[in-house]
């Protein structure tokens, strides 16, 4: 509107913003945001990245910012939109070549045009980054960049409507579901959703399909997040049943406790680096996780190891990422969250950061010794409850869980409406968990995040990918 209809705005004395800065996640969309602006707005689009300012020769950045700026100004109104500005727009006096480092100079050069702009020139400078926490503060003062607007992992209804977008040009199988698809994929950037429906397509064609159905969504789904299948890794049937019986204590786990997310698939299929997974998807959007959510989580992650301890009397390497998460999830709750009866609601530690590198290199102690042992104590207490929370509850239902990993070795891949009937007469029904059929179609139930636990073949480590949940350092 400010490009389009001016005068509106300085009848009333009303400023033109100089700069909207665009953050979040790759693959969200900063830069087609950017261009669908301008031809909404029906105005000249000048786009550079940010890395194309920096060359060998001293002095190229600052000349091209020059020649960006006057060529916008002649060309008034437009818009200006660059690229990962965070290439040049790093804090000032981090950089190793001194007080003359090419990109000090090159951000300057941009300060100074952004500054010179004059209240009858009609130039928006738009820029996108993905770490707002490394700009210099001088380029975020208003008369610069004025607007900050967070673009966010899309809701149920945002990846229901870019999967509309990306389904142009394929014939879809009358059987495919949209919305199911976009239930089934929390956490999906744009970026991912796009890739998504490609894989899907891709399927097809190998199948020689004429249209994309609900199995090619399906598996392309789980290509997304897991990696393909590697059917050609031989796996022996002791390793075999060890690994069932271990995304079967996951399972179990995760169905008995309250505050788990319902589990949609369990599958002991190689795929990517996984030997198998146990994935599990939440029934409504969540922006806040309590304390009990934590404890019953930490319990879920530990369900494998205790599996394969009740089962086999011995544990294996493929538990160390889950014991990874759990105590770095535990340690979260003492130190971040303050989940902790004995410590109260205090926060330990502080990040060092190094702008330089663009990230967190150490923590820095500002507690005792004393209070350390505390810490771990808490900890410990934290992990060894959650242990003892699912050695009960496979312990209690022993029976369910013998059954369950002999149907994955029969079958590979259990979606959640078989794994439900497991429990009939043993747990009451699950209300609004989201049920996966063969045709994709699930209840309207909203997901924000997907739990998927992987065991990895290099050392047994596993892997595991979360939607937007808050993350342990």
């Known amino acids: ?29 900063k830069t087609l945001l950017a261009r669908a602006v301008a031809g909404e707005a029906g105005v000249p689009f000048f786009s550079i990245s940010g890395s194309e ?51 000090e100079q090159t951000l300057n050069q941009i300060l100074v045009e952004m500054d010179g702009f004059d209240t009858n020139t009609n130039v928006i400078v738009v820029a996108a980054t993905n770490r707002p926490d490394v700009l210099d503060p001088a380029l975020l003062r208003p008369g610069r960049f004025d607007r900050t607007v967070i673009l966010d992992r899309p809701d149920i209804k945002g990846r229901h409507q870019i999967l509309q977008v990306h389904i142009k040009g394929k014939p879809l199988d009358k059987t495919v579901d949209i919305e199911a698809i976009a239930r089934r994929s929390p956490g999906f950037s744009g970026a991912d959703l796009a890739n998504l429906v ?64 319902p589990v949609t698939k369990v599958t002991i299929v190689s795929r990517g680096m996984a030997l198998g997974y146990t994935m599990s998807l939440p029934q409504e959007d969540r922006y806040l996780h309590s304390k009990t959510e934590f404890e019953d989580k930490i319990a879920g992650m530990l369900g494998g190891n205790v599996a394969e301890t009740l089962v086999f009397g011995d544990t294996t390497t493929g538990s160390s990422n889950d014991i990874e998460k759990a105590t770095g ?94 429990f009939e007469g043993v747990l009451p029904p699950r209300s609004g968990g989201p049920t996966l059929k063969k045709t994709g179609a699930v209840p309207a139930t909203e997901s924000t995040e997907t739990d998927i636990e992987p065991e990895a073949d290099e050392g047994g480590d596993k892997r595991r990918r979360r939607g937007p949940a808050p993350q342990p350092a």
Request: proline share 3%; aromatic share 6%.
């Open 329 to 422: 999830l535990a340690r979260a709750m003492v130190t971040q969250y303050g989940m902790s009866e004995k410590l109260g609601p205090l926060a330990f530690g502080k990040k060092e950061e190094m702008v330089f590198l663009g990230r967190e290199i150490s923590e820095q102690r500002n507690y005792s010794d004393e209070v350390a042992a505390k810490i771990d104590s808490e900890v410990r207490a934290i992990i060894d409850n959650g242990f003892n929370r699912a050695k009960e509850a496979l312990t209690t239902h022993r029976a369910v869980l013998d059954r369950l990993a002999a149907l994955l070795i029969e079958k590979e891949t259990i979606e959640s409406e078989e794994f439900e009937s497991l």
């Open 53 to 103: 300012f920096v060359e060998m020769f001293v002095g190229v950045g600052a000349s091209r910012v020059r020649d960006l700026f006057e060529q916008a100004k002649r060309n008034s109104p437009c818009i200006v939109f660059v690229d990962e500005i965070d290439a040049v727009g790093r804090q000032r006096g981090a950089g190793l070549g001194g007080s003359h480092d090419e990109r």
């Open 198 to 261: 490609n894989e899907a397509a891709i399927l097809a064609a190998r199948r020689n399909k004429k249209s994309v159905g609900n199995d090619e969504f399906n598996e392309a789904i789980d290509r997304v997040v897991a990696g393909p299948e590697r059917r050609s890794r031989i796996i022996s049937e002791e390793e075999k049943e060890i690994i069932a019986f271990h995304e079967g204590g996951h399972a179990v786990v995760q169905r008995v406790l309250p505050k788990c997310d």
């Open 1 to 29: 509107e400010f490009l389009k209809y001016p005068e509106k705005f300085n009848s009333l004395g009303a400023r033109i913003p100089r700069g909207v800065l665009l953050v979040g996640p790759p693959g969200t969309g």
